[in-house]
């Protein structure tokens, strides 16, 4: 098992949508999440942090299930400024943090 | 306003040839790092520095060197560049390796013809 997966994408959807993407790792040690938003050949921006109860930012709400290893991030109310890779991020424990690959969305009018 | 300031943005090389990326933050992080991102790949680590005075491998170091020079600075090194070394580099830095964001600078286009 890789030790964060992501779906690739793309993920296309009209204005106005909900849209969520998962992100799953494999270290339990893993204490800090992140979700950072890259658009095209741009550097990747923090958008948030995830925190163990779920937080949530604007239309942006991330959620963490230790239990099954995975974090989400949900964008209500989707913007064509959305259309971007996220990237999900894992620190903690010993080891140095880890990307995802990232999923693409696209948001259409 | 800064934040992390690479230089330069573009470059281009021979085969062969050699060059020094720079990187320099400043917001007083203790750590800094390079990633190389190639299309389809994802980000990959090549080397990062926990504090000033370390400096640790990545996932894909062969054909590259780092210094940290001093706190604020962490460069990046090709000896002797190599086509397969075309890519987008990014440095970052983040208060610590561990359980902290990092911020990203925005990036060197390099190609090694």
């Known amino acids: 098992r890789k030790e964060v997966e992501q779906d690739p994408g793309p993920f296309n959807v009209p204005e106005g949508a909900t849209v969520a993407f998962n992100c799953t790792y494999s270290?339990?040690?893993?204490?800090?999440f992140f979700w950072y938003r890259q658009d095209c050949r741009k550097e990747p921006k923090l958008l948030m942090s995830v925190y163990s109860s779920g937080n949530e930012d604007g239309r942006f709400t991330a959620q963490l299930n230790r239990a099954s290893q995975y974090i989400s991030l949900l964008i209500r109310d989707s913007k064509l400024s959305d259309s971007a890779t996220y990237l999900c991020v894992f620190s903690g424990g010993s080891y140095i943090p880890t990307f995802g690959r990232g999923t693409s969305l696209i948001v259409h009018p | 306003n800064a934040g992390v300031t690479q230089t330069p943005k573009f470059q281009v090389l021979k085969t062969g040839q050699s060059m020094t990326l720079q990187c320099a933050q400043d917001?007083?992080?203790?750590?800094m790092y390079w990633y190389r991102q190639d299309p389809g790949m994802g980000l990959r680590l090549i080397y990062y520095?926990?504090?000033?005075?370390?400096?640790d491998k990545g996932e894909v170091p062969n054909g590259y060197n780092v210094s940290r020079l001093n706190k604020r600075e962490f460069s990046l090194r090709l000896e002797s560049a190599a086509p397969s070394q075309t890519s987008v580099y990014f440095c970052?830095?983040?208060?610590?390796?561990?359980?902290?964001?990092?911020?990203f600078g925005d990036g060197t286009r390099l190609s090694i013809l």
């Open positions: 270290n339990s040690a893993s204490q800090s």
């Open positions: 520095s926990a504090s000033e005075g370390t400096t």
């Open positions: 970052a830095s983040s208060g610590a390796v561990i359980n902290q964001p990092q911020h």
């Open positions: 917001m007083n992080h203790n750590s």
